[in-house]
């Protein structure tokens, strides 16, 4: 690279698509280096768009962590995948993320008929490479190459970091030039409220497992600050379809709540960097994620 290339600044747009569960919400706050992206080991964590800005002193890049792609079964599925087809068409590099551990699955053959009608750069990323032989991934690649032809192939571990800054200097390289969109400083476009109510969601889905699916909405009623201390209150409500999921979240005597909002309160406080009074509360709204005025009301917009 010449010193006149080291010199221009580029940033850009970039989309994490993939199956369901591939880690890329892991890989998105690996990259930003704080947890904007909730994680679970379930599908379709995510639901709405959640970007994360990465800016260095030459380039920008915004990545978008989209919804598993996957066959919708509600209007909140139609929603995600509204979203994650859709920014295929707006994004300056596409990342194809695959678990290679699990290898190539149906699912892939929908996604890579997806690619095959945009003309954006995608990258095929191998996450989670650490749990596999490296015997078996040059095949792997083949069998994908065999099938479209990626800009670039980038093997990574993006919960151990393995790789990462390689696949960083090969966005950089397709990058086109361009202007610094949001300041050095500012790590995602999403509101503090809804980071909040997202990390309160990812521990009610740890906690309860397979209890409860993915029914669950949080809803911020309010944040304000008090005191000379900066005692930052949130109050939020739980919402599930069912009065068993109701009850599963309470747990009994309200133990499953309050461990949930005392692991939450730990990671807003990492967040907010301020000390945190949680208070949550729990309500039952059958049948939400088909309803669109609901929809609406939790924060999934139809805008996309």
Do not use: C
Not at 14 to 33: E, H, M, Q
Not at 55 to 64: A, E, G, P, V
Not at 136 to 146: F, G, K, R, T
């Amino acid at each position: 690279m010449s010193n006149n290339d080291q010199q221009v600044y580029k940033s850009g747009f970039i989309s994490i698509i993939g199956r369901p569960n591939v880690g890329k919400s892991t890989f998105l706050n690996r990259v930003i280096g704080q947890k904007i992206a909730i994680m679970s080991d379930k599908p379709q964590t995510t639901r709405n768009k959640v970007q994360g800005v990465y800016t260095t002193n030459d380039s920008q890049m915004i990545f978008i962590d989209t919804p598993g792609i996957h066959k919708p079964k509600h209007k909140l599925g139609d929603f995600m995948m509204k979203i994650a087809q859709n920014t295929l068409r707006e994004v300056d590099i596409i990342l194809f993320m695959i678990n290679a551990e699990e290898g190539y699955g149906r699912g892939d053959e929908f996604i890579i008929e997806k690619l095959k009608g945009v003309k954006t750069p995608v990258f095929l990323v191998l996450n989670k490479i650490d749990q596999l032989h490296p015997d078996d991934v040059l095949p792997l690649i083949e069998q994908y190459n065999a099938l479209y032809d990626f800009a670039a192939v980038v093997p990574i571990s993006a919960l151990e970091g393995n790789n990462v800054e390689n696949l960083i200097s090969e966005i950089r390289k397709e990058l086109p030039e361009g202007p610094q969109y949001y300041p050095a400083d500012q790590i995602t476009d999403h509101p503090e409220r809804f980071i909040v109510s997202e990390l309160i969601r990812e521990k009610a889905l740890h906690l309860t497992r397979e209890e409860i699916p993915h029914s669950l909405a949080v809803v911020i009623e309010k944040i304000s600050t008090r005191g000379s201390n900066n005692v930052i209150d949130v109050m939020a409500t739980i919402v599930v379809e069912r009065d068993s999921q109701k009850g599963i979240i309470i747990g009994k005597q309200g133990g499953m709540l309050k461990e949930i909002g005392k692991r939450a309160r730990v990671d807003i406080e990492n967040l907010l960097g301020s000390k945190v009074y949680l208070e949550l509360w729990v309500k039952v709204q059958k049948d939400w994620r088909n309803k669109l005025s609901n929809l609406r009301d939790f924060g999934f917009n139809d805008d996309y």
